[in-house]
């Protein structure tokens, strides 16, 4: 018998879940889980206030030791030019201001200015400009200092690129690409005016102290050779200089370093009941990204298995039909899957690392007028 003041073992086991500071499982799953149903998801609005569940003995707050805790990035693919990545541990804000900055604040290098000595081509001289402006740089930001109004073109912050081409008379036509735009390292070569006297130095659009070559590791260019620039005819020529400053997406789409940055939660789908037979063939079959797989009973028969939850966009065919009521499908409400397509500028790990120096500014900005 158990001393006065004591609980026994049963007693013990009898005490609610809640006492050790977990959720029943229907609040977790609202806590945790988008619910992706047939007609409209739900569960949608996350539990943002710290004491939600105070009642259960339930801490929601948010606190850094929570957040280093929980915090995780699991690369799954990198290449050249893209990656994909998962984000864990944080809320969809966190995930959409990584996604905002890649897209508008990440800098890059792209031709701004053209100067145009010669354009008989069909193309007017503003359409020609904002095609060379869209072209990719393969060029290092990071090199390179920002320009003012105020500030003279010099080989820190500008580049310089020339371009001309002809297309000779009785000649077939030609395609002026993206590969015939040459680096003048040197600086502008186009004169501001004629000279005054002979033997007097020109005067030109930049003033470059030294060559750009003994500065950079590199010699710089485009990214890809085979954009198509213009199309010229017989007798037709384009003469230009283009030059290349530094500048964010949030100014111009043009100096925006990724293609896309995008990211979807987790899929999660979870089959409640067994599927067998006849209907998990027709389930396998409905869905278009083969998420379901067939796996055989040791009966003979045959029952529908989640093959790859993570191929799931959510059409939610598998949901629909007499077959709907036993499958359910979740989002992970602070897991992401974060895809970067870089447009060459930088690789992809490079600009998401660019992204969370700039995060990182931003907040200690705000900590220093808080306080």
């Known amino acids: 018998m158990p001393k006065k003041g004591s609980k026994s073992k049963k007693q013990v086991d009898d005490v609610p879940d809640q006492q050790e500071n977990k959720l029943p499982d229907y609040l977790e799953l609202q806590r945790t889980r988008v619910v992706c149903n047939a007609d409209a998801p739900i569960h949608t609005q996350g539990f943002q206030y710290s004491g939600a569940f105070a009642a ?15 915090f995780k990035i699991d690369v799954k693919r990198i290449a050249e ?17 990584f996604r905002r900055i890649l897209i508008s604040e990440v800098p890059t290098m792209a031709i701004e200015k053209i100067f145009m000595a010669d354009n008989t081509s069909v193309i007017a001289d503003e359409v020609l400009s904002h095609r060379l402006g869209l072209i990719p740089l393969d060029a290092d930001p990071r090199l390179f200092d920002y320009i003012s109004e105020n500030d003279v073109p010099n080989e820190r912050n500008t580049i310089v690129f020339k371009l001309h081409v002809s297309c000779q008379k009785g000649s077939q036509r030609i395609t002026v690409k993206s590969g015939e735009l040459e680096w003048l390292p040197e600086g502008s070569q186009l004169s501001m005016a004629s000279p005054g006297q002979s033997g007097e130095k020109q005067k030109t659009f930049t003033s470059f102290s030294q060559s750009q070559k003994e500065i950079l590791q590199k010699p710089l ?141 931003k907040c200690e900005k705000v900590i220093s007028e808080l306080s």
């Open 81 to 97: 030019d893209d990656m994909e990545f998962d984000m864990i541990g944080v809320d969809a804000s966190i995930a959409n201001a």
């Open 221 to 361: 260019g485009v990214k890809f050779k085979d954009i198509t620039i213009a199309r010229l005819g017989p007798g037709q020529a384009i003469e230009l200089e283009a030059h290349a400053v530094k500048g964010v997406g949030k100014v111009h789409a043009k100096w925006s370093p990724v293609a896309t940055a995008w990211y979807r939660m987790l899929p999660e789908v979870v089959i409640l009941e067994q599927i067998e037979g006849d209907e998990a063939e027709e389930l396998v079959k409905k869905c278009p990204v083969n998420v379901f797989d067939i796996e055989d009973l040791a009966n003979g028969g045959k029952k529908a298995v989640v093959a790859k939850p993570r191929a799931c966009t959510l059409c939610r065919e598998c949901v629909m039909g007499p077959s709907g009521e036993k499958i359910q499908l979740r989002r992970v409400r602070d897991h992401f899957i974060f895809t970067i397509e870089s447009t060459g500028a930088l690789p992809p790990e490079v600009l998401f690392t660019e992204a969370v120096k700039i995060l990182e500014e």
């Open 56 to 70: 259960m003995g339930v801490d929601n707050s948010v606190s850094v030791e929570k957040f280093c805790k929980n």
